[in-house]
C-alpha cells in the first residue's frame, strides 16, 4: 500500500454493507456480505477519479486487516479481490476453505 492511504481510515458502513475510504473527498468502497464468521467480499469500486493511484490496492489490503483482527474467514467473489489474493498468497489463512471458488487460482 502506498504511503499517502495508511493514515487514512477504513469506515464499516453497516448499513449499506461495505467497506469505504475516503480518498480527497471521493469515496472508494468493497461491498460485503456477512454470514456468521464469514464474510464475502462480491464488489470493488474505485470512482474514474481515484483510479491508477493505487486506491483499489489500499482499501483490500485494510479490509483484509480488518476481517483477520476480527476473526473472520474470507470468501472472496470480487474479480478485483480474487487478482490481489492471486498475487498475495499469504492472504490464504483467511480464507474460508468450505467454499470452492471456480475463478480462485490460489
Not at 498475495?88 to 471458488?101: G, S, Y
Request: overall charge negative.
Amino acid at each position: 500500500m502506498k504511503p499517502e492511504f495508511e493514515a487514512l481510515p477504513l469506515v464499516v458502513n453497516s448499513d449499506k454493507n461495505q467497506f469505504e475510504m475516503v480518498i480527497d473527498g471521493v469515496t472508494a468502497r468493497i461491498e460485503f456480505q456477512q454470514m456468521d464468521e464469514k464474510m464475502a467480499l462480491t464488489h470493488t469500486e474505485v470512482p474514474r477519479e481515484l483510479e491508477g493511484r493505487g486506491v483499489a490496492t489500499a482499501i483490500i489490503e485494510k479490509t483484509l486487516v480488518y476481517l483477520e483482527e476480527n476473526g473472520l474467514k474470507l470468501i472472496p467473489l470480487c474479480p478485483f479481490v480474487i487478482a490481489y489474493l492471486e498475487k498475495h498468497p499469504e492472504w490464504k489463512r483467511i480464507l474460508n476453505m468450505n467454499v470452492k471458488i471456480k475463478e480462485a487460482k490460489f
